[in-house]
Nanobody
Framework: QVQLVASGGGSVQAGGSLRLSCTVS????????MGWFRQAPGKEREGVAA???????SYADSVKGRFTISKDDAKNTLYLQMNDLKPEDTAMYYC??????????????WGQGTQVTVSS
């Protein structure tokens, strides 16, 4: 069974930065669409960023220019660099996958989340 283990969340002030990491226990990690989504209490799930095998990426409009997704195929690790954080970025962030290689902000499988809290 594939495991996605996210880490790196925390509490920061507005304008600060965090880097989330996700280790994936799947040797086929590099072949699929990987990404992050978030969910805040009382709000719908929001796809934040996605990346596919050739490195192309996609972002939600709400995070474009502030967040950067990247991956290290050799380490089976996914990253999300979050800069200029805003209070509205506060949410549980989940590392996720979709078992194809299409660049979309929707996912089929995810692990436990990591909490990001941004104070004003």
């Amino acid at each position: 069974q594939v495991q996605l283990v996210a880490s790196g969340g925390g509490s920061v002030q507005a304008g600060g930065s965090l880097r989330l990491s996700c280790t994936v226990s799947a040797y086929t990690f590099s072949k699929y669409c990987m990404g992050w989504f978030r969910q805040a209490p009382g709000k719908e799930r929001e796809g934040v960023a996605a990346i596919v095998s050739d490195g192309r990426s996609s972002y939600a409009d709400s995070v474009k220019g502030r967040f950067t997704i990247s991956k290290d195929d050799a380490k089976n690790t996914l990253y999300l660099q979050m800069n200029d954080l805003k209070p509205e970025d506060t949410a549980m962030y989940y590392c996720a996958a979709r078992w194809d290689n299409y660049l979309r902000l929707s996912f089929d499988y995810w692990g436990q989340g990591t909490q990001v809290t941004v104070s004003s």
